[in-house]
């Protein structure tokens, strides 16, 4: 049995959903299984086949490995009927998580049991026969720092009274103004102690939460924006100039159908650069719009839900005030929020130190994840995205900008962008746009290119005409410092990605080539692979590079190197051309970088499996151990991680340009939003490692 903690709080609405995502968040990064117990859930959810939005939420996390129905405890109406009785089933349910997981967050009842005024106690009566200690969840919002030491107290006194332990405690929706004074407070309770600002987006409903408090229907739209926050009303019941004054970010505009030069009107806005982004038109009174302006709309493609309801003005407006958002699984904007601001403001290895949670000796291909992010955020670069109208790149775009991964320039008509982004809902405002087609930057760019590639004939007209191309635009960045790193190749071609760099940044002196790696990442283990992505069939002298970059790739993120030099031969058991380039190169890495722990010529399973290397190689450092593999050829490579990542059930995150000056990664034309994510944060990464001297000028 793992580490366990307990997430209770004394009151509802407190944001405790937001805090045990945080914390198993958290511990996703240290331990391989997190699991999740809910004691106590609402009767309505149990008894009428719905599901606990909180255990839905954090069951749906990657490092989860359990089932719902395994996660719940028991309903109100058990512990009503026979409270010892439910604790006992709870006892048993939660051991049956505990035992199939490393650590585990256990979220308390949610105050819905408004008849139950000892709920507080009995969250406390159960952590206690669970052994688990208690992370005490306290609302700040519009309360004092004197106000929340006094609720502190209270709710520590009676934890105590009830032979319960407290782990930390967690003021949240504080004033960001007072969040120092908050801490300070509720020093001295018997736990370290954070506070969490006050997150608006957090309480906002979404569309979805909307239909149905006034039971309404999606007229038209796209589904998926459904997901999009509602940060306010706007009730058009005024001329459309009026109207137009009041829209505003994330606004739910209410009319009636019968007013379609209002709804018309809102629509052009919503698609104009000059004016907000709204979330929802809602046509209420029972209208229907009229079939032309119905027809108008469909063919415009128009993707912003529009909702119908049969109520009045007054009914409807009244119905969507008094509805509250809540952090869902359905909400993947939140989800960010609600994670960034908790890596923010927690010390999460302190936190995880003082509930006593080791740290793995494994690392998953989640915990790898983590790493990548992490790194990136704890020194923020600025990375180009040449493709950025492409649609994957702009929702990755959006969750690297909500989770301060990177700074990002996005590269395209802004006019394009921008519609394309209002189309798909997300937000990609924090981010630069530049188009290469008319900014001035253009010419400075141009102006290097020719400084660098006159030597080949490259004359400032052709530069100027070069640089018009994302790719060389983007590249021409990197060269110049205007950015950190450049990822590109959602639909372009690893040679226009490559090509440019080539030609402006260079590879680092002493290293010949231009290679890859993927970081492998296994079951509990990552290795590197290289290069399957790039040189077809490498010479002896490039395969030594290819070697020494992979292993430098390695240290950068995190792997130890032990590099195996692949081949069909192990040791001196075989001969032929390709052993004896293998054989080269494994000498030339041994001449060039001493320190290296390098085995060659070897075949797989000897490097990666100790048993057979105690028979074929017997003593070798690398030999069972390896962590880095290098093939021989790009056949041999490409089909080797392919056939390790479908067969294995590895994730493959890459490829990862290597030998480089400066980070210019290729995507796969396949890539998802998470791949992108990944390849960014590399990207960022590798930006930290570069040395901060100038530019090489050598033609």
Avoid: W
């Avoid at 999740?36 to 939005?53: C, E, S």
């Avoid at 530049?434 to 001035?440: A, G, N, S, T, V």
């Avoid at 071609?493 to 030609?503: F, G």
């Amino acid at each position: 049995m793992g580490s366990s903690v307990y997430v209770a709080s004394v009151e509802g609405s407190t944001g405790k959903s937001t805090v045990a995502l945080g914390l198993l968040q958290q511990l996703s990064r240290r331990v391989e299984r997190v699991g999740v117990f809910r004691p106590i859930v609402r009767p309505d959810t149990a008894l009428h086949g719905g599901r606990d939005y909180v255990l839905d939420l954090l069951i749906a996390h990657d490092a989860v490995d359990l089932e719902y129905d395994d996660s719940v405890g028991v309903t109100y109406d058990e512990v009503h009927a026979d409270p010892d009785a439910a604790l006992d089933l709870i006892v048993q349910r939660y051991h049956a998580v505990a035992d199939r997981s490393d650590a585990v967050v256990v979220v308390g009842s949610d105050y819905t049991d408004v008849g139950t005024p000892t709920e507080f106690s009995f969250n406390a009566k159960i952590a206690a026969n669970l052994g688990t200690p208690v992370l005490l969840v306290l609302n700040g919002f519009r309360r004092s720092p004197r106000d929340l030491r006094a609720i502190a107290d209270l709710a520590v006194g009676e934890l105590r009274a009830n032979h319960g332990s407290l782990a930390a405690l967690v003021a949240n929706r504080v004033d960001p103004e007072r969040i120092p004074d908050a801490v300070a407070a509720l020093a001295g309770t018997g736990g370290p102690a954070f506070a969490l600002p006050e997150e608006p987006l957090l309480s906002q409903p979404t569309v979805t939460d909307l239909l149905a408090p006034i039971d309404a229907r999606l007229l038209s739209g796209d589904p998926a924006l459904l997901s999009r926050e509602v940060t306010g009303l706007v009730i058009a019941g005024m001329t459309m100039p009026n109207v137009l004054d009041r829209v505003f970010d994330g606004a739910a505009v209410v009319t009636a159908a019968d007013r379609p030069e209002v709804v018309l009107g809102v629509l052009m806005a919503h698609a104009s650069l000059n004016f907000p982004r709204i979330s929802t038109v809602i046509l209420n009174g029972g209208f229907t719009l009229p079939p032309q302006v119905q027809r108008l709309i469909d063919g415009l493609g128009v993707t912003l839900p529009i909702l119908e309801t049969t109520l009045d003005t007054q009914s409807t407006s009244t119905a969507l005030t008094a509805v509250r958002g809540r952090l869902t699984k359905e909400s993947p904007r939140k989800v960010d929020a609600a994670l960034t601001l908790f890596d923010q403001h927690v010390d999460g290895t302190a936190l995880l130190d003082q509930l006593a949670v080791a740290r793995s000796s494994a690392v998953t291909p989640l915990m790898f994840e983590h790493q990548l992010i992490d790194q990136a955020v704890a020194e923020r670069k600025h990375i180009v995205l040449p493709e950025g109208d492409e649609e994957r790149i702009l929702r990755a775009a959006d969750v690297l900008l909500r989770r301060g991964v990177a700074d990002l320039t996005l590269l395209g008509s802004p006019v394009a962008i921008s519609a394309k982004a209002a189309t798909l809902g997300v937000d990609v405002a924090a981010a630069t746009v530049l188009d290469p087609e008319h900014d001035d930057l253009a010419e400075e760019l141009a102006a290097e290119l020719h400084r660098l590639r006159q030597h080949r004939g490259v004359d400032l007209d052709r530069a100027r005409e070069l640089v018009r191309d994302v790719s060389y635009f983007g590249t021409m960045m990197v060269q110049l410092g205007l950015a950190d790193g450049m990822v590109s190749g959602a639909v372009h071609t690893t040679a226009h990605t490559i090509r440019p760099a080539l030609e402006a940044v260079k590879t680092v002196p002493g290293v010949s080539v231009v290679s890859s790696v993927f970081f492998m990442c296994l079951q509990n283990q990552v290795l590197v692979y290289g290069d399957c992505a790039v040189n077809p069939d490498p010479t002896a002298e490039q395969l030594a590079d290819i070697a020494i970059s992979s292993a430098e790739t390695a240290v950068a993120f995190g792997v130890e190197p032990r590099v195996a030099m692949l081949s069909y031969s192990t040791g001196t058991s075989g001969s032929g051309t390709d052993v004896e380039k293998v054989s080269k190169a494994t000498a030339i890495i041994r001449d060039r970088a001493p320190e290296l722990p390098v085995e060659g010529p070897i075949q797989y399973d000897a490097a990666i499996d100790e048993a057979v290397a105690r028979t074929k190689l017997p003593g070798s450092p690398v030999a069972g151990r390896a962590t880095v593999f290098i093939f021989p050829d790009l056949n041999t490579g490409n089909n080797t991680y392919k056939a390790v990542q479908r067969s294995a059930n590895a994730v493959a995150v890459g490829p990862v340009l290597q030998g480089l000056r400066k980070p210019v990664n290729d995507l796969s034309r396949g890539a998802t939003v998470r791949d992108i994510v990944n390849t960014v944060a590399i990207s960022a990464v590798q930006a930290q490692q570069t040395p901060k001297a100038g530019t090489d000028d050598r033609p």
